[in-house]
């Protein structure tokens, strides 16, 4: 199952990878209003399963909010690729330097994950492999064994990046081959990686899942089917439900959850850019939920702003009648603000996602 490339960010973003400042969107204002929280010339990308959207015209560039509108609007509603465009990403633009090609397959032949590594990346990197193959570095790795730092090394070494990259580009192979493992790819496909004055990132990201592990990636399954910006929501069997802003750390929190023995209740993905209304809208929708014992909100503010999911947090407890214990991490844009909203308010809060889950495991034992 082909992973989209907002979500793949995500996920890459939350294992360690850096990747732009980004939001998905549905429609034209979204975009502008993306593009204005974002500050910066942006790029527009078609979010669609196939790739080559660079050469097919999916991907287009604004330098302010008006003309982001615009550009959204070309493209959604468009048809790139025979693949009608439904959501665009809205990610800040890079001053490129250069591009990098870094990939792990499942090489099914040869029953090993091969990494696949070149200094020539970009949207030319199928003429690369055609015309000049010995660009593209490959190193089969022992699915046995596990994959040490310096392989990640060797790779960059073995690709020819300036000394000064080797231990970044290095690091980068073991997040990705982190990300193949954990959701059981196919293909963990990062092209361009590119860098930029501000260090090395994430330009684009492909992920594909194997379809015989997708019970075990329930989650993912089931954000992929949210195609409309609403939030993404699993009922699952637990009792602890897991509230977070982004794909990846949604996932990693319900990871944590059950590292100290607490069973998520939910998977809610309140998205990258959110506002008061939707922890408002998110956190009704697991209080009234029976089966919901204890909520953990998560929430690393970018373009989400603490102090708004401080509001947000205390318009539902005075409206609620249900006492039901909350543990809130809340770090990230405006935490200073925030916080004191919550302090004043005697709400507690942790600001490691550690803590938090491990106070969300013992208030409900507690409960139960
Ligand atoms: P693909 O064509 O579907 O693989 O889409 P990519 O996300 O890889 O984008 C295609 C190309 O657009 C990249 O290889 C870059 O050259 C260019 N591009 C993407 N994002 C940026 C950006 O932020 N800044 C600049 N200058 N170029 C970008
Ligand atoms: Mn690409």
């Known amino acids: 199952m082909k992973i989209h490339e907002y979500i793949a960010k995500d996920i890459f973003k939350e294992e360690g990878i850096s990747v732009p400042q980004n939001k998905m969107v549905v429609n034209p204002e979204e975009a502008k209003m993306a593009a204005s929280e974002i500050g910066k010339p942006v790029v527009i990308k078609s979010q669609i399963l196939v790739g080559g959207r660079g050469k097919a015209g999916g991907i287009k560039f604004a330098d302010n909010p008006d003309e982001a509108y615009t550009k959204a609007s070309e493209i959604l509603g468009s048809t790139v690729k025979d693949e009608r465009v439904e959501m665009v990403l809205v990610e800040e633009k890079l001053e490129i330097i250069s591009e990098y090609y870094l990939s792990i397959v499942l090489d099914r032949s040869a029953k090993k994950p091969l990494i696949m590594a070149s200094m020539s990346g970009g949207i030319d990197i199928e003429d690369v492999a055609r015309d000049t193959p010995e660009e593209i570095i490959k190193y089969y790795l022992n699915p046995l064994n596990e994959f040490l730092p310096y392989q990640g090394r060797e790779i960059a070494i073995k690709m020819g990046v300036p000394n000064s990259q080797i231990t970044n580009v290095g690091s980068i192979v073991c997040?990705?081959?982190?990300?193949?493992?954990?959701?059981?790819?196919?293909?963990?496909?990062i092209n361009p990686l590119v860098v930029t004055t501000n260090g090395i990132m994430a330009a684009d990201a492909k992920l594909d899942i194997d379809d015989d592990a997708l019970y075990r990636q329930k989650c993912l399954v089931?954000?992929?089917?949210?195609?409309?910006?609403?939030?993404?929501?699993?009922?699952?069997?637990?009792?602890i439900a897991v509230i977070g802003n982004g794909a990846g750390l949604t996932l990693s929190g319900m990871d944590m959850l059950k590292l100290y023995g607490g069973k998520p209740a939910t998977f809610l993905d309140i998205?990258?850019?959110?506002?008061?209304?939707?922890?408002?809208?998110?956190?009704?929708?697991?209080?009234?939920?029976p089966d919901v014992k204890t909520v953990f909100l998560n929430v690393l503010g970018g373009i989400t702003r603490a102090d708004d999911v401080a509001r947000g947090v205390l318009d539902v407890l005075n409206a609620s009648k249900r006492r039901?214990?909350?543990?809130?991490?809340?770090?990230?844009?405006?935490?200073?603000?925030g916080q004191?909203?919550?302090?004043?308010?005697?709400?507690?809060?942790?600001?490691s996602m550690e803590a938090a889950a491990k106070k969300a495991v013992e208030l409900c034992k507690d409960i139960t």
Do not use: C, M, W
């Open 175 to 189: 997040k990705l081959f982190n990300v193949f493992e954990k959701y059981d790819a196919t293909i963990a496909e």
């Open 222 to 239: 089931d954000l992929e089917k949210v195609t409309k910006g609403e939030f993404a929501y699993v009922k699952l069997d637990g009792n």
């Open 271 to 289: 998205g990258g850019g959110s506002s008061q209304e939707n922890i408002v809208k998110a956190l009704n929708i697991v209080i009234s939920d």
């Open 324 to 337: 039901i214990p909350l543990v809130i991490r809340l770090t990230g844009t405006n935490e200073e603000e």
């Open 340 to 351: 004191r909203i919550l302090k004043e308010a005697g709400v507690p809060y942790e600001t």
